[in-house]
C-alpha cells in the first residue's frame, strides 16, 4: 500500500519536506542537542561573569593557543549583540524614514552624517562615557566595544532596508490599503517580504563591517591609557605588533572556524529560506546541514510540534475581518502637533548646544593644521575612489553571475559569504608585506587595503538585485534574442541599478571608515603611515589630541555628506523613479 509520507501514522512531515519518524526513539543528534545546549549555557555564565568582573589596571592578553576558544567566544558575543542592535534600529528607523511623511527630510541627513563618521570618531566619546559610568567594571568597556562594533555593521543595512521600501511597487501598496491592512500586517507581509534579500545579504556584510573594525574595537591606545579586551581583536593586534607569525596564523585560523560556524548555524539557513522571495527553484537552493540534524531529533521533532500549537492558537484574525485604522481625533491632532513642535525645539537646541562646543574645541588649530588636513582629505578621496572603481570592476560581473544561476550560486556563494566575514585587517601584514617586496609603498599599498574591505558592499548587493530580477523578464530577452550587450544595457544594468548604488553608498562610507586602518598601521614593531586623513585620526586618537580629531572627523563627516547630496541623492531619486520593478 503507497500514500504520501503525511498519510502514514508513524511518520511527521517537518515545515522543510523532511519525513521523520513520529515515535523515533532516544539518540545520538539528541545528545549533540543536549551537549550544545549546555554548552551555550556555560558560555553564557562565562560572558557574564567576564562582564561584571573588576575593570584590569594592565590588560593581559595570553598569545597562547589554549585561550583562542575563549577569546573566540568573547569576540563572537560582542558582535551577535551589535548586531541585534543594528537590526533593531534598522527596522525602527529605516521603516520611519521610509513610510512616515516628512521624517525623510531630517533623517536621511542624519544617517548621511552618522554613517560618514569613522569608528574612531566614535569612540572617545562612547571609551571615556562608559568608563566613566563604571570605573571599577570591565562592563563599560564592553558596551564601548559593542557599541563601536554597531557602528561597523548598522549603516549598510539601514540604507539597504530604507531603499528597498522606497523600491516597493506602488500596486503592491494599493493591494494592502484595499484589503484593509492594519500597519503592522503590511510591515510584516509586504514591507519585510519586499526587503528580505536584500537585508539578509547587507545582515552578512554587516556582521563583516564588524569583523573588518574587531582588532580597533577590542585594542585600542587613547592618551596614555592602553585598553584591550579579551577577544581574537586583541589577540591578533598583540601578535602582529609583536611579529609573531605562529600566533598570527592561530588567530587567523580561529576566525576562519568562528566564521565557518556563524555560516553553518546562521546565514546558510537563512539563505535557504531567503529564496521563498525570489524566483529561483526550490530544487536548487541548498538546505542547512545542521538544522536538519536538528528537526530530525527527538527534542527538535517535540519542539515543532509546540511551535505549530503555538501558531495555530495564536493565529491571527482574517484580514477581511480587520477593521479599518480610524483617524485621529480632531481634538488630539494639536497636542500632537505641539509635542512634536517641543520635541523639534529641544532637538535644536542640543544640536546649537553642540556645534558650539564643537567650533570652540576647533579654535585651537593653526592654519598649518587645516592645510595638511586638507592635503589629507585629498589623498584618501583619490584612493576611495579607486578602491570603488577597481571593486566595481569585477563585483557586478560577478555578482549578476552568482544571482542568476543557481549552478553558480551554490558553488560559490558558501565560499563568498565566509571570505567577505573574514577582517581584512588581519591580513594586512600579509598584503603590505608583498607590496612593500614589490617597492609599493603604504600609499599604494592602502587602495589594495581599501578594497579588500569595500568590494563585498558591491557584491552582495549586485547578487541581492540580480536574484530578485522577475524570471518573466529573463524570458522575454531571451525570446528577443537580445545580444549579451543589450541584455546587459536593457535588462541588467537598469533592474539592479537601486541596489547597486546602494553598494557604492554604503562601499564609500566603509571605504572612508576602513581608511583608518589601511593608513596607518604597525607593521614587526614599525608604525607605517602615509599622507591620508585615516592616518590623521589613528594618530590623533593614540596621542588624545582631541582638536585635531574632531577636525578630522568633522572634515570627513562633511566630504561623505558634500558627495552624497552631489552625487548619490540625485542617483537615488532616478534610482527610486525610472529604475523599479513595478508589477
Known amino acids: 500500500m503507497t500514500g504520501s509520507p503525511s498519510s502514514l501514522p508513524d511518520r511527521a512531515v517537518l515545515g522543510t519536506g523532511i519525513v521523520v519518524p513520529a515515535n523515533r526513539s532516544f539518540g545520538w543528534v539528541d545528545l549533540g542537542v543536549i551537549g550544545l545546549l549546555a554548552t551555550a549555557t556555560y558560555a553564557l555564565v562565562t560572558v557574564a561573569r567576564e562582564w561584571s568582573g573588576p575593570l584590569p589596571v594592565i590588560p593581559g592578553i595570553h598569545l597562547e593557543a589554549r585561550y583562542l576558544p575563549l577569546y573566540a567566544l568573547f569576540s563572537l558575543t560582542r558582535g551577535v549583540i551589535a548586531y541585534a542592535v543594528s ?12 513610510r512616515v511623511v516628512g521624517a525623510e527630510r531630517l533623517m536621511l541627513p542624519v544617517l548621511d552624517i552618522l554613517q560618514s563618521i569613522p569608528v574612531l570618531g566614535f569612540l572617545p566619546g562612547f571609551v571615556l562615557g562608559l568608563v566613566h559610568l563604571f570605573p571599577d567594571r570591565n562592563l563599560g568597556l564592553e558596551i564601548a566595544s559593542v557599541l563601536m562594533i554597531f557602528t561597523g555593521q548598522v549603516w549598510n543595512m539601514t540604507f539597504s532596508f530604507y531603499s528597498s521600501l522606497k523600491s516597493v511597487p506602488p500596486d503592491l501598496v494599493a493591494v494592502t490599503r484595499l484589503a484593509r491592512m492594519s500597519w503592522w500586517e503590511r510591515f510584516t507581509r509586504l514591507d519585510l517580504s519586499f526587503a528580505a534579500t536584500g537585508l539578509l545579504w547587507n545582515s552578512m556584510m554587516s556582521m563583516a563591517g564588524g569583523w573588518f573594525f574587531l582588532m580597533v574595537s577590542e585594542a585600542f591606545v587613547l592618551g596614555d591609557h592602553d585598553f584591550r579586551l579579551p577577544g581574537l581583536g586583541s589577540y591578533m593586534s598583540l601578535a602582529i605588533e609583536r611579529g609573531d607569525a605562529t600566533a598570527q596564523c592561530l588567530g587567523v585560523l580561529s576566525m576562519l572556524a568562528m566564521i565557518v560556524f556563524i555560516d553553518q548555524l546562521v546565514w546558510r539557513p537563512l539563505v535557504a529560506w531567503s529564496h521563498k522571495f525570489t524566483d529561483d527553484e526550490p530544487a536548487v537552493v541548498s ?31 482574517p484580514v477581511s475581518a480587520v477593521a479599518p485604522t480610524e483617524p485621529g481625533t480632531p ?45 589629507s582629505t585629498g589623498a584618501t578621496f583619490l584612493r576611495v575612489i579607486a578602491a570603488v572603481l577597481l571593486a566595481s570592476v569585477w563585483t557586478i560581473p560577478i555578482g549578476v553571475l552568482i544571482g542568476r544561476h543557481p549552478r553558480w550560486s551554490k558553488a560559490l556563494q558558501p565560499l563568498i559569504q565566509m571570505a567577505a566575514s573574514f577582517p581584512a585587517p588581519m591580513i594586512f601584514p600579509v598584503v603590505v608585506g608583498g607590496m612593500l617586496q614589490l617597492g609599493l609603498g603604504l600609499g599604494y599599498s592602502s587602495v589594495g587595503l581599501l578594497l579588500l574591505g569595500t568590494q563585498w558592499y558591491i557584491l552582495f548587493n549586485v547578487i541581492a538585485g540580480s ?117
Do not use: C
Open 87 to 98: 537590526f533593531l534600529f534598522t527596522l525602527v528607523y529605516g521603516y520611519v524614514m521610509a
Open 287 to 317: 538546505g542547512s546541514w545542521f538544522w536538519d540534524r536538528i528537526r530530525r531529533s527527538r527534542i527538535g521533532l517535540a519542539f515543532s510540534k509546540s511551535l505549530g500549537s503555538l501558531r495555530r492558537r495564536t493565529r491571527p484574525t
Open 467 to 583: 536574484s530578485a530580477i522577475p524570471r518573466e523578464l529573463w524570458e522575454v530577452s531571451r525570446l528577443a534574442r537580445f545580444s549579451w550587450r543589450h541584455r546587459w544595457q536593457k535588462l541588467i544594468l537598469p533592474s539592479i541599478f537601486p541596489s547597486l548604488l546602494t553598494g557604492w553608498i554604503t562601499a564609500m562610507g566603509g571605504a572612508w571608515n576602513a581608511s583608518i586602518v589601511a593608513e596607518y598601521m604597525r607593521y614587526q614593531s614599525h608604525t607605517l603611515s602615509t599622507t591620508g586623513l585615516g592616518a590623521t585620526i589613528s594618530q590623533a586618537t593614540e596621542r588624545a589630541d582631541f582638536p585635531l580629531l574632531a577636525a578630522a572627523v568633522g572634515l570627513m563627516a562633511a566630504v561623505v555628506v558634500g558627495f552624497n547630496r552631489l552625487v548619490w541623492h540625485p542617483l537615488s531619486h532616478q534610482a527610486q523613479t525610472r529604475y523599479t520593478l513595478d508589477t
Open 331 to 375: 481634538q488630539a491632532r494639536p497636542l500632537r502637533r505641539w509635542t512634536l513642535r517641543l520635541l523639534a525645539a529641544a532637538g535644536i537646541a542640543v544640536i546649537l548646544f553642540g556645534v558650539v562646543m564643537y567650533v570652540r574645541l576647533l579654535g585651537g588649530l593653526t592654519m598649518a593644521a587645516w592645510l595638511g588636513l586638507f592635503r
